[in-house]
């Protein structure tokens, strides 16, 4: 035997890569081999979950039953229902994707210090989850590395709300919906500027940005922190204070998994009237949805800042009698007639009449948004699963200029031949042209008058994924002459792996800048030396995180 090698990999676990050139004594090499296989402590021993659970036992100060926390595919019922539990793209749930050695659901910050420990010193990749709406699928997902596991924040969801501070700690397992109502238990006329859907979690949301429907008013959920709690590459705990500026800065808009894990956020409350008024009023093309989308665009960002109105486009009707139906759906901070009086000298064009307002309070406005049926009592914001999962894929833009009737011509003829196709335009202007694009990681400020999302979603596992993936790839190469330019700015929190990815652990920061511009601009350059001073190593990583600035570039 010519050449024999043997490659200890994360697990520990031997790959054996061997060639026979000769034909002689193979017999006896082979059985030498076995033996010493055989015989090695290391070897086919010890699974790798036996391994964390011993390391965790002697590295954390906890007497917590640790396999408690872990659930592995093989006898433990719980691993199934543990991994869907917040899976909200089902296109990574197929039996076909990779799946996790197991999940870790610590119950506290020294189980996660302790499970960042093991994983360093056993060589084991992970991933983190804390709400599963990453689009890709990162957080519980991995493509590129195998074996993984998945440490899940699902347990760390409690809400500590100070009225009299204006201010709430929230833990990373929470969801937005828990923190608004939990916000509304206490104040009436207190609220906090995030996520419209309301089941995201907090620890991923708020590293991407977190708009909502006050973003105009007060900016993103990411604008309005005060402090954090990390656990970093060396398995500290961390306040802003301890953390420093630098990463502070860098984990309030830079994307999730990069620089350590979120445990809980600091959140400043502002606040809100005791009248919200919300609508949605519906055209048509046979109604002039065309002219009255291309008029939207030259008022939407410069509206009051107490009012926020998307647009939500599809399709509509059977075969043969199919349109498109543009639906504008608004919150204001205020009252109806107040409203009215807005609408009449801003956007008079949509004919907004008083049956149309709906007065509310601020929470209840949140259902709304959120599209829950009408009466749901406020306590489902406390359910924390979603139960609006499909398999789809998703795209961003940002424009800067209105686009034109005759290319919105070319949007519906697209959006026709996608039955599951719709997109979502979501204002800005207001205190978002105010905050200056380099003050947290996310850049998409002044010049932007809105953001487009792009979706196809369909329900059926066995569905034709490619032709619905090319759908919208074609419809967003359609839309390159139009939208935002050099770079083709993107949403980090509608993450899109078509942008790019890295390949392994010593990810390129040449190739990462390519999408790594998209989402964050000039500010990329400054998240990789962040990524530099405190995970050198790239602890953290996944298809599309931060990696380190070379040296020769520091």
Request: hydrophobic share 40%; glycine share 8%; charged share 20%.
């Amino acid at each position: 035997m010519k050449e024999f090698q043997t490659r200890v990999g994360p697990n520990c676990n031997a790959e054996m890569d061997f060639q026979l050139n000769d034909t002689a004594d193979n017999s006896a090499s082979i059985l030498s081999i076995l033996v010493v296989l055989l015989l090695s402590p290391f070897v086919f021993s010890h699974p790798i979950q036996d391994r964390f659970l011993q390391c965790l036992s002697t590295t954390s100060e906890s007497s917590f039953p640790f396999s408690t926390a872990l659930h592995t595919p093989i006898n433990n019922s719980s691993f199934t229902t543990v991994l869907l539990s917040t899976a909200q793209n089902l296109r990574y749930t197929l039996p076909s994707v990779p799946k996790p050695e197991f999940i870790f659901t610590p119950s506290n910050e020294s189980d996660i210090q302790a499970a960042v420990a093991c994983c360093k010193q056993l060589g084991i990749h992970f991933r983190v989850r804390s709400g599963g709406h990453d689009y890709e699928a990162v957080s519980y997902v991995s493509a590129i590395e195998s074996p993984f596991i998945i440490i899940d924040l699902a347990k760390l969801r409690s809400v500590d709300v100070d009225i009299e501070d204006n201010s709430a700690w929230v833990q990373a397992g929470a969801t937005n919906g828990e923190l608004y109502y939990r916000i509304a238990e206490k104040s009436k006329t207190h609220g906090f500027p995030a996520g419209l859907c309301t089941s995201l979690g907090m620890g991923g949301l708020i590293t991407g940005g977190a708009y909502g429907a006050m973003m105009r008013k007060y900016g993103l959920g990411a604008d309005n922190v005060i402090d954090a709690r990390i656990v970093d590459a060396q398995g500290r705990i961390l306040d802003r204070k301890a953390m420093g500026e630098e990463l502070f800065w860098a984990i309030r808009g830079g994307g999730g998994g990069s620089f350590g894990i979120i445990t809980a956020w600091k959140v400043k409350l502002v606040p809100v009237p005791e009248t919200v008024t919300v609508f949605t009023v519906t055209k048509t093309l046979e109604q002039g949805a065309t002219k009255l989308l291309y008029r939207w665009q030259q008022v939407a960002d410069k509206l009051d800042e107490d009012l926020f109105i998307r647009v939500s486009i599809q399709t509509a009707g059977t075969k043969g009698n199919r349109t498109i139906t543009t639906s504008y759906n608004a919150v204001f901070l205020g009252d109806a007639k107040t409203l009215l009086g807005v609408m009449e000298s801003s956007f008079p064009e949509l004919g907004l009449t008083q049956k149309d307002c709906i007065e509310t309070t601020w929470l209840e406005s949140v259902l709304y948004t959120g599209s829950y049926p009408s009466n749901t009592p406020p306590e489902a914001l406390l359910q924390a699963n979603n139960v609006l999962k499909s398999y789809f894929k998703a795209k961003s833009d940002f424009v800067q200029k209105p686009i034109p009737e005759s290319a919105l011509k070319g949007i519906w003829k697209r959006l026709f031949k996608e039955e599951g196709g719709f997109m979502i335009w979501n204002p800005f202007g207001g205190m978002m042209s105010r905050i200056s694009e380099f003050e947290t990681p996310f850049p998409h400020r002044k010049g932007d008058l809105f953001m487009i999302q792009y979706v196809t979603g369909w329900q059926d596992a066995s569905g034709n994924v490619g032709k619905h993936v090319k759908w919208i790839r074609e419809l967003y190469k359609y839309m390159a002459p139009y939208v935002s330019k050099n770079p083709r700015e993107a949403y980090v929190n509608y993450r899109d792996l078509d942008l790019g990815i890295n390949r392994n652990t010593n990810t390129s920061f040449i190739k990462a800048s390519v999408w790594g511009a998209k989402y964050f601009k000039g500010n990329f350059y400054r998240l990789a030396l962040v990524k530099s001073k405190v995970d050198p190593d790239n602890i953290f990583r996944h298809e599309q995180s931060i990696p380190p600035l070379p040296l020769h570039m520091r």
